[in-house]
């Protein structure tokens, strides 16, 4: 079998996946989550990656922040951002959100890190005015910082309960499966950005 690695680097590529219980694999138990499906799916298709879990459950955008260099220490080639789930169901201010999600891929495209970055919708009762503001501030750093982008990291698994554990909001092993279909390729185009 064909492993894709680093040129001259002889060792896996480093991905980091920075975010909230979505990334961290609430509920779920080892080997279920976001990260270790994801790792998997590139693996079984020859990409040599090692995909480091730096998901928090409860984070908001601003825990990610005040975190984000502790997340660095382990040296990444490329980063997934997923976090603003929970700003959203507070109820934050978008544009608060907006300026810690900034402020971290500001950081990141200072570093050389090539980002993809993970968007999320509001839920449905905080109002049709704030859900446009909420959803238009992941497009818009998106295309502010040049980096590939994922509208909404639930795509296909929100509202099916057959994907989502008890709690509506986290999915199951075959929710995660899901999302994981979804994003790759986008990952691997995030990998292709690898200089």
């Known amino acids: 079998m064909f492993f894709a690695i680093l040129p001259g680097a002889g060792a896996e590529i480093r991905i980091l996946g920075l975010g909230d219980s979505l990334m961290a694999g609430y509920g779920l138990p080892p080997g279920d989550g976001f990260t270790d499906q ?11 990656a090692i995909v480091t879990n730096a998901g928090v459950s409860g984070d908001t955008s601003a825990g990610g922040r005040a975190r984000l260099d502790w997340a660095l220490a382990s040296d990444p080639d490329v980063v997934i951002l997923e976090l603003g789930a929970n700003d959203g169901l507070r109820g934050l201010e978008p544009a608060e959100t907006k300026r810690n999600l900034d402020a971290i891929l500001t950081t ?88």
Do not use: W
């Open 108 to 195: 990141l495209g200072e570093k050389g890190l090539p980002v993809l970055l993970a968007g999320m919708l509001a839920p449905p009762n905080l109002g049709r005015e704030y859900s446009a503001e909420f959803e238009a501030l992941f497009r818009d750093l998106a295309g502010k910082h040049g980096v590939l982008f994922y509208p909404f990291f639930l795509d296909g698994v929100v509202g099916d309960p057959a994907l989502n554990q008890q709690d509506g909001i986290h999915p199951t092993r075959e929710g995660v499966a899901v999302i994981v279909e979804r994003i790759l390729p986008l990952v691997k185009d995030l990998l292709a950005r690898i200089e």
């Open 38 to 48: 994801l790792q998997e799916a590139l693996q079984a298709d020859g990409i040599a």
